[in-house]
């Protein structure tokens, strides 16, 4: 080999050595990169793992008062029938009309089922507030998805609400 032929072959295995290095050198920095994103994934979920666990009793007791307060869940018509009475009542205990009851699909969620009902309630403005501050407190189990209100046109003193109404109760155990 002459003299010209070992400096060529010297440059290419400089080049190749060269190029491996390189593109070594940048899948192991991508590998580095990868390893410390998965590093700090890690870390995180650990320290929410550690938050949940220091938050387990406070979960628990509101688990158990869950299971000992809120209605069972038996028969759709039972649920529908009840909750629908509970809100006849508690509209008439207010002086609220109902002249429009309508049922819908229920939401399901997970461990909980709701009966649901579109309403339209007529009534003055403090009877219908103090209507639906009744019917949502805590252990009713009752939301408001949706409402809204405008002045009845016929009799001003009076307002009309119509609104997505629901009741949750607790699905039996499997």
Known sequence: MTANEQRLALGLGAVVVIGGAFIGLTKLKN?????DVRSIEVETRRLEAED???????????????TEKQPLFTRRGEADNGFLEQLETSAGSH??????????????????????????AHGGWKEINEWLHDLQKPDSYISIPSMTMTVNNDDTAQIIVNLNIQKWFRL???
């Open 95 to 120: 002086g609220i009309k109902l002249p429009k009851i309508q049922p819908i699909e229920p939401t399901e969620r997970a461990g909980i089922v709701s009966s649901t009902f579109n309403l339209e």
């Open 172 to 174: 039996p155990p499997l």
């Open 31 to 35: 590998w580095k990169q990868s390893v």
């Open 52 to 66: 949940l666990l220091a938050q387990k009793e406070f979960w628990n007791e509101r688990f158990t008062w869950l």
